[in-house]
């Protein structure tokens, strides 16, 4: 089933056009990776997906946006609720100077939520979700800066989740992780997809290649070739995808 679906897509500065009249269809539940060399407007296209480009003035979006069949830009949309639905991690893990279970709770809190039974309840299933309960659960009140780099971006994901998205966009998330750390990231990503629908922007081609089902390839704000992973990766059908997938470029 289609979660999202982008119609014709551009993005705009003064100077340059960011992303070409993309249209591309991002399916329940699976991994979408969206891969491309640097610059070729990835992360511009996420943040799109539930407009957090609107803090950048410079950029100006057209076309549509559909999550479940309704556009994220049209006027009546909450964005606040929007970004409760699209949850967002980053690439460098970002906690709060808090400690880790106020890290978790922080969403809840800001949506409402005021029965600390419940609060705790979601807290340790989210940790848990995130792969981290097991790590943390004797010393939920320290510092998250305590953590590891990968536990903390781990904490980020839990963080993201704890206010249940249906949608968890992930930009580079393992870009600043050791390899141990980014293979757990991957196993965890493989686990959340029975649960979320995840679009992750990724330089790392043989990570887009193990974690996603689908994987879209960028060129100069252009949308080259979108596929099953394992169709792209094997047989993709064009030049430009073939020999970005060579290492030739980017
Ligand atoms: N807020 C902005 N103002 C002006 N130009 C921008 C802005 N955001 C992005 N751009 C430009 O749009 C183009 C695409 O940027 P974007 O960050 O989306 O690409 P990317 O593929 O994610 O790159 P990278 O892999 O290096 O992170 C770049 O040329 C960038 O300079």
New binding site residues.
């Given amino acids: 089933m289609v979660k999202i679906s982008v119609k014709n897509l551009s993005?705009y500065?003064k100077?340059?056009q960011?992303?070409r009249k993309i249209n591309l269809d991002i399916y329940e539940k699976s991994v979408t990776a969206i891969i491309?060399?640097?610059?070729?407007?990835?992360?511009?296209?996420?943040?799109s997906l539930n407009r957090m480009?609107d803090f950048?003035e410079?950029?100006t979006l057209e076309g549509e946006v559909l999550l479940d069949n309704k556009n994220i830009y049209d006027k009546d949309v909450n964005v606040f609720e929007l970004r409760k639905k699209v949850g967002m991690v980053f690439?460098k893990p970002n906690p709060f100077p808090k400690s880790i279970f106020e890290n978790v709770a922080y969403g809840l809190k800001i949506h409402g939520i005021k029965d600390k039974k419940l609060i705790e309840e979601k807290v340790i299933w989210a940790l848990k979700e995130a792969n981290l309960y097991e790590e943390v659960k004797d010393k939920l009140n320290d510092s998250a800066f305590s953590l590891s780099g990968g536990q903390q971006q781990r904490l980020c994901i839990a963080r993201a989740i704890a206010v249940e998205p249906e949608v968890l966009l992930m930009?580079?998330p393992a870009s600043a992780l050791d390899p141990i750390s980014t293979l757990q990231l991957e196993r965890l990503i493989e686990k959340l997809k029975r649960d979320f629908t995840i679009v992750i922007?990724t330089?790392n081609i043989q990570q887009a290649g193990r974690v996603s089902d689908y994987t879209a390839f960028?060129y100069m704000?252009e949308l080259v070739e979108y596929d099953k992973t394992e169709r792209l990766f094997t047989t993709p059908k064009k030049k430009l995808t073939e020999d970005y997938l060579e290492g030739k470029f980017g």
């Fill in positions: 993005a500065t100077r340059q960011i992303l491309g060399p640097s610059g070729c407007g990835k992360s511009t296209f996420l943040r480009n950048f410079d950029i690439q930009d580079e922007v330089h960028f704000g």
